[in-house]
């Protein structure tokens, strides 16, 4: 038999190997910016057309290339950044793979310029798909520009595959504000389509902040700082009170390196712990320094994950220094010598006279239940004269002084007619009442039990889920048409890793791409409507758990989809329903707590109920 086995052409190879530097014209972005930053460049351009499938250019001042590195620059694994092994475990730089460039020029219309700050001459060169078009000597400035043009042209698939202007500008941008934010001392330009996105001049880490989130940020930060002999840390959390609905500002720098850490997130946010509101997510923008040889640098090119030696010592360490930080901005003023005065005040208040103590004003005629009453009777006029009425977005004038209940609320919705103008009635079932949609009676030989009814449920759904996915063979149900769910590459990776866990428990996954998984089966405790609810909670609550060894997926799952599917404070049970929830947590295996740890009821003995008529 003849031999078969060849070696890849270069500009196959670089193609192959460009397929894991870039996977969208933000890649490109972040390696052309660490680029720059590690030529020393002082101020940074970023030129972009058409989200950067057309152009991506970025200019600096560093320290730029003879005309030999500018050819060599484009060759694989050319870098000046190691040398030998040992530089591994004592880096400075972003890149050291010398990949960046090769793999660009192997997918896209390349145009370099360089100059170096003795030279008169500097170098351009053209590289199309890996081959070189031209090279000549011009006279440009200091520093280098690489322009990216046409990204993906000679793989259709790749280009295809790239999502609408708006989601790729948004990843840019994310890209950017991470090197901007780590780099306050850079000052940064961004155009797209030849408009200004952001202009960021040199400053301290406070007023970049403030540059790129906005002028009411700067009243939001608390300073954090630390040092000890494994870690310091520096930078800025924000109030509990402006936490977050969505995560968004969260950011951690490590030795300048923007990285993505569930662990670390979660001993920030348990600095957090009882000044939050439920599901609110607190920002920050953290700056870790730790001895470059106390973590892992051999982390792959587009991988923003980190490992650390002493991965507990610092999750202490942090945790207690945000606590600590949070604690005193309340009592003590914050100095901070290196930010500028003039953001201090919000500026509204800034010539304000001192501040006089607001009078307390008492209606002493308010009188809650006949508001009440006025409200049903008008309600039930209302109803009966039109049937079923449309929804009216006036329903405030007719609420009357019900508005002021709700005008602390940021998130207020529109509650639902139906919710805010029946009375409530204690559905009475024989031997179950339900209370305010929230609460079960339930009448027993000693007294009366009353019932959390979400809670309850999430203890019954709990036990349920655990059963089926440890002791038997979950059951699953067919999808008729497999349902495609996108999710960030981050989040696939994910649900990948606990994929033989999440079939247990019945799903059943037809395929993963980049982008999406497609569901075929699912659990046949949910619905199809459910899915992409219950993976994005599962997600979240993986990503909030600290890994340990206990950690044990089955768990949080079960908790997961408990949360998810439990019934919810203000939903309306019939006899049957209130029956069947009392009998299943009563059969359940530790009934009185929620899986979350919560009391699920609590019992009346007679004894005590007498008490409170007997005082
Ligand atoms: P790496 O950054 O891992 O070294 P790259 O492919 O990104 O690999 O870059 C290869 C080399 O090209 C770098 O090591 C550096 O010497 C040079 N280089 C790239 N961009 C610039 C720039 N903006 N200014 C000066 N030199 C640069
Ligand atoms: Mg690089």
């Given at each position: 038999?003849s031999?078969i086995?060849?070696l890849?052409?270069?500009?196959v190879?670089?193609?192959?190997?460009?397929?894991?530097?870039?996977?969208?014209?933000?890649?490109?972005?972040?390696?052309?910016?660490?680029?720059?930053?590690?030529?020393?460049?002082?101020?940074?351009t970023?030129?972009?057309?058409?989200?950067?499938?057309?152009?991506?250019?970025?200019?600096?001042?560093?320290?730029g290339?003879?005309?030999?590195?500018?050819?060599?620059?484009?060759e694989?694994?050319?870098?000046?950044k190691i040398?030998?092994?040992?530089?591994?475990?004592?880096?400075?730089?972003k890149?050291?793979?010398?990949e960046?460039?090769?793999?660009?020029?192997a997918?896209?219309?390349?145009?370099?310029?360089?100059?170096?700050?003795?030279?008169?001459?500097?170098?351009?060169?053209?590289i199309?798909?890996s081959?070189?078009?031209?090279?000549e000597?011009?006279?440009?400035?200091k520093?280098?520009?690489?322009a990216?043009?046409?990204?993906?042209?000679?793989?259709?698939?790749r280009?295809?595959?790239?999502?609408s202007?708006?989601?790729?500008?948004?990843?840019i941008?994310d890209?950017?504000?991470?090197?901007?934010?780590?780099?306050?001392?850079?000052?940064?330009?961004?155009?797209?389509?030849?408009?200004?996105?952001?202009?960021?001049?040199?400053?301290?880490?406070r007023?970049?902040?403030?540059?790129?989130?906005?002028?009411?940020?700067?009243?939001?930060?608390?300073?954090?700082?630390?040092?000890?002999?494994?870690?310091?840390?520096?930078?800025?959390?924000?109030?509990?009170?402006?936490?977050?609905k969505?995560?968004?500002?969260?950011?951690?720098?490590v030795?300048d390196?923007?990285?993505?850490s569930?662990?670390?997130?979660?001993?920030?946010?348990?600095?957090?712990e009882?000044?939050?509101?439920?599901?609110?997510h607190?920002?920050?923008?953290?700056y870790?320094?730790?001895?470059?040889?106390?973590?892992?640098i051999?982390?792959?090119?587009?991988?923003?994950?980190?490992?650390f030696?002493?991965?507990?010592?610092?999750?202490?360490?942090?945790?207690?220094?945000?606590?600590?930080s949070?604690?005193?901005?309340n009592?003590a003023?914050v100095?901070?010598f290196n930010?500028?005065?003039?953001l201090?005040?919000?500026?509204?208040?800034?010539?304000?006279?001192?501040?006089?103590?607001?009078k307390?004003?008492?209606?002493?005629?308010?009188?809650?239940f006949?508001?009440e009453?006025?409200?049903?009777?008008?309600s039930?006029?209302?109803?009966s004269?039109?049937?079923?009425?449309?929804?009216?977005?006036s329903?405030?004038?007719?609420?009357?002084s019900w508005?002021?209940?709700?005008?602390?609320?940021?998130?207020?919705?529109?509650?639902?007619?139906?919710?805010?103008?029946?009375?409530?009635?204690?559905?009475?079932?024989g031997?179950?009442?339900?209370i305010?949609?929230?609460?079960?009676?339930?009448?027993?030989?000693?007294?009366?039990v009353?019932?959390?009814?979400?809670?309850?449920?999430?203890?019954?759904?709990?036990e349920?889920?655990?059963?089926?996915?440890?002791?038997?063979?979950?059951?699953?149900?067919?999808?008729?048409?497999?349902?495609?769910i996108s999710?960030?590459?981050?989040?696939?990776?994910?649900?990948y890793?606990?994929?033989?866990?999440?079939e247990?428990a019945?799903?059943?996954?037809?395929?993963?791409?980049?982008?999406?998984?497609?569901?075929?089966?699912?659990?046949t405790s949910?619905?199809?409507?459910?899915?992409?609810?219950?993976?994005?909670?599962?997600?979240?609550?993986?990503?909030?758990?600290?890994?340990?060894a206990s950690?044990?997926?089955?768990?949080?799952?079960?908790?997961?989809f408990?949360?998810?599917?439990a019934?919810?404070?203000g939903?309306?049970?019939?006899?049957?329903?209130?029956?069947?929830?009392?009998n299943d947590?009563?059969?359940?295996?530790?009934p009185?707590?929620?899986?979350f740890?919560?009391?699920?009821?609590?019992?009346?003995?007679?004894?005590?109920?007498d008490?409170?008529?007997?005082k």
């Amino acid at each position: 038999m003849s031999d078969i086995i060849q070696l890849l052409p270069d500009h196959v190879a670089n193609q192959i190997a460009a397929g894991e530097v870039v996977q969208r014209p933000a890649s490109v972005v972040k390696e052309l910016l660490e680029n720059s930053i590690d030529a020393g460049a002082t101020s940074i351009t970023l030129l972009l057309k058409d989200a950067g499938k057309t152009l991506i250019q970025v200019i600096d001042d560093g320290k730029g290339m003879s005309a030999t590195d500018a050819r060599l620059c484009f060759e694989r694994h050319a870098t000046s950044k190691i040398r030998k092994a040992q530089d591994l475990f004592n880096l400075n730089t972003k890149g050291f793979r010398g990949e960046a460039l090769a793999s660009i020029a192997a997918i896209a219309h390349v145009e370099l310029k360089t100059k170096q700050e003795n030279d008169d001459l500097g170098t351009a060169i053209k590289i199309e798909g890996s081959t070189v078009v031209s090279q000549e000597v011009i006279s440009t400035a200091k520093g280098t520009s690489i322009a990216v043009k046409n990204l993906f042209y000679n793989i259709p698939a790749r280009r295809n595959f790239l999502k609408s202007d708006t989601i790729e500008t948004r990843h840019i941008i994310d890209e950017f504000q991470r090197v901007a934010l780590a780099h306050p001392s850079i000052s940064f330009l961004l155009h797209h389509n030849g408009n200004e996105v952001y202009h960021l001049k040199e400053s301290n880490l406070r007023k970049r902040i403030v540059a790129i989130f906005g002028g009411k940020m700067n009243e939001k930060l608390v300073p954090i700082e630390e040092q000890t002999d494994i870690l310091t840390i520096s930078g800025f959390a924000a109030k509990p009170e402006f936490a977050k609905k969505k995560r968004g500002e969260q950011f951690f720098f490590v030795n300048d390196r923007f990285i993505k850490s569930s662990y670390l997130n979660h001993a920030v946010a348990n600095a957090f712990e009882g000044l939050l509101e439920h599901n609110a997510h607190p920002s920050y923008f953290l700056y870790l320094s730790v001895p470059p040889g106390s973590i892992d640098i051999n982390i792959h090119p587009t991988k923003t994950e980190i490992k650390f030696d002493n991965e507990k010592a610092l999750y202490a360490i942090l945790r207690a220094t945000v606590k600590h930080s949070l604690g005193q901005y309340n009592v003590a003023p914050v100095l901070d010598f290196n930010r500028d005065a003039t953001l201090d005040t919000p500026y509204d208040f800034k010539d304000k006279k001192p501040v006089t103590t607001p009078k307390i004003i008492v209606d002493p005629t308010f009188n809650p239940f006949k508001e009440e009453a006025k409200i049903s009777q008008q309600s039930v006029g209302a109803s009966s004269s039109s049937g079923a009425r449309p929804f009216q977005p006036s329903y405030k004038k007719e609420v009357g002084s019900w508005e002021s209940l709700y005008t602390n609320t940021d998130t207020f919705e529109a509650p639902q007619q139906e919710q805010l103008f029946t009375t409530e009635q204690e559905t009475e079932t024989g031997k179950t009442f339900q209370i305010q949609k929230k609460y079960i009676l339930s009448s027993i030989k000693s007294g009366a039990v009353l019932i959390h009814q979400s809670l309850a449920h999430q203890r019954v759904l709990y036990e349920e889920f655990l059963h089926n996915i440890t002791v038997q063979e979950a059951s699953s149900q067919q999808l008729l048409f497999p349902v495609n769910i996108s999710l960030s590459s981050s989040d696939i990776e994910m649900i990948y890793s606990i994929k033989s866990d999440l079939e247990s428990a019945g799903f059943v996954f037809n395929e993963f791409t980049k982008e999406s998984v497609v569901i075929g089966g699912i659990p046949t405790s949910i619905t199809e409507s459910q899915i992409t609810l219950i993976l994005e909670q599962l997600l979240d609550d993986i990503k909030m758990e600290v890994p340990d060894a206990s950690f044990s997926h089955f768990d949080v799952m079960a908790k997961s989809f408990a949360k998810s599917l439990a019934i919810k404070t203000g939903t309306i049970l019939n006899a049957k329903e209130q029956e069947n929830l009392v009998n299943d947590l009563f059969s359940c295996k530790e009934p009185s707590i929620s899986p979350f740890g919560k009391a699920t009821f609590k019992t009346l003995s007679l004894a005590e109920i007498d008490t409170i008529f007997n005082k």
